[in-house]
């Protein structure tokens, strides 16, 4: 049984048609990659699973239930955390704070204390910077600390969206070795991400959305060398 599984999902904003029927699924331990040019509804899609936007028609399974109507907070508690487009930290909270927020459906002090000391290891500059303004923080530090406080949660599987936008070289290099190391440690994630290169280069499999729809699917490295695939998203 996978993971989660989303089964012909319809959304609309309005009379508009943002996602088309599109059917995928994520399996434990998998990084899976969903690719597309801006507007291809890879962000709707997130939102959908998330429960923060309601499909027209379709349903998302997680771990064998049927979460289309779960409200977000409770899909949270249920094992899924979502790392939003923006980074979305709470500027005037400090490092610290913001970190404990990703853990408000969690009640064990402390199992939540030995969450936190494992995210300050993972993200050293975090703890650096713990009681700092999340507002004053790098474009790169801001995603480490959305990544963080998602982890807070102790995510079964995690959901980004868009992870290295506006970050420098370097430091998309550093973001998506941390993706790797989280994937490793056991945590499944669902990766949206318009560097199809180095999302494809991490991921074991990958979806292609155009206009709402997934018109290609396959193994990631697969994908890497496809030659529509460099055509329309790698640049080659």
């Not at 309601?54 to 409770?74: C, M, N, R, W, Y």
């Not at 980004?160 to 550093?174: A, F």
């Not at 991490?202 to 055509?231: C, F, N, P």
Request: proline letters at 3%; zero cysteines.
């Amino acid at each position: 049984m996978a993971m989660l599984e989303v089964k012909d999902l319809q959304v609309y904003y309005g009379m508009i048609q943002a996602i088309k029927g599109i059917s995928f699924e994520v399996n434990q331990g998998e990084v899976i990659a969903l690719i597309g040019a801006n507007g291809a509804g890879k962000t709707t899609t997130l939102h959908t699973v998330t429960g923060l936007i309601s499909p027209k028609s379709g349903q998302v399974l997680f771990e064998g239930k049927d979460i289309t109507k779960t409200p977000a907070h409770k899909i949270v508690s249920m094992g899924m955390a979502h790392v939003p487009e923006g980074r979305r930290v709470f500027a005037e909270l400090s490092v610290y704070e913001n970190l404990r927020m990703g853990a408000y459906t969690r009640k064990d002090k402390a199992e939540i204390e030995e969450t936190l000391k494992s995210v300050y290891k993972r993200f050293p500059r975090l703890q650096e910077r713990k009681n700092q303004m999340a507002g004053t923080l790098s474009g790169g530090e801001q995603q480490m600390l959305a990544m963080g406080r998602a982890l807070m949660s102790k995510p079964r599987i995690i959901l980004m969206d868009e992870p290295s936008m506006g970050l420098s070289p370097i430091m998309v290099n550093e973001i998506f070795d941390i993706i790797r190391a989280v994937s490793e440690s056991g945590t499944t994630v669902l990766l949206v991400e318009q560097n199809a290169k180095k999302a494809l280069s991490i991921a074991d499999r990958a979806y292609v959305l155009e206009t709402g729809k997934i018109v290609l699917s396959g193994d990631a490295k697969e994908l890497l060398e496809d030659d529509s695939i460099k055509k329309a998203y790698l640049g080659e």
